[in-house]
């Protein structure tokens, strides 16, 4: 069974950094994907960022180009979501996601996996 374990959140003022971590128990260097979401209350999950294992292409949401990082470290099974610059905005529950199949990993139908959240909140 594939469990995603998330860590690394927590309170910042604007402005802050937070690097969130993911340890997948199983083997991430065949993966299709892995992915960081974020869902705040009333509104839907969205994607973040997607880092595509094969090609090691990363995207991002338009509203945190430029300010996040998304990086996988494949020998000890980690996803990793560097955040700088965080604006409250950023506030969230953050989820990890992976996926086998070949999908989109900008949206969650796709995903296969998921972790079981860490909260990020940003004050002003």
């Known amino acids: 069974q594939v469990q995603l374990v998330e860590s690394g959140g927590g309170s910042v003022q604007a402005g802050g950094s937070l690097r969130l971590s993911c340890v997948v128990s199983?083997?991430?260097?065949?993966?299709?994907?892995m992915a960081w979401f974020r869902q705040s209350p009333g509104k839907e999950r969205e994607g973040v960022a997607q880092?595509?294992?094969?090609?090691?292409?990363?995207y991002y949401a338009d509203s945190v180009k430029g300010r996040f990082t998304i990086s996988q470290d494949t020998a000890k099974n980690t996803l990793y979501l560097q955040m700088n610059n965080l604006k409250p905005e950023d506030t969230a529950m953050y989820f990890c996601?992976?996926?086998?199949?070949?999908?989109?990993?900008?949206?969650?139908?796709?995903?296969?996996?998921w972790g079981q959240g860490t909260q990020v909140t940003v004050s002003s």
């Open positions: 996601a992976a996926a086998w199949n070949p999908v989109n990993c900008a949206t969650p139908p796709g995903i296969q996996h």
């Open positions: 199983v083997y991430t260097a065949s993966s299709h994907c």
């Open positions: 880092v595509y294992t094969g090609t090691g292409n990363a």
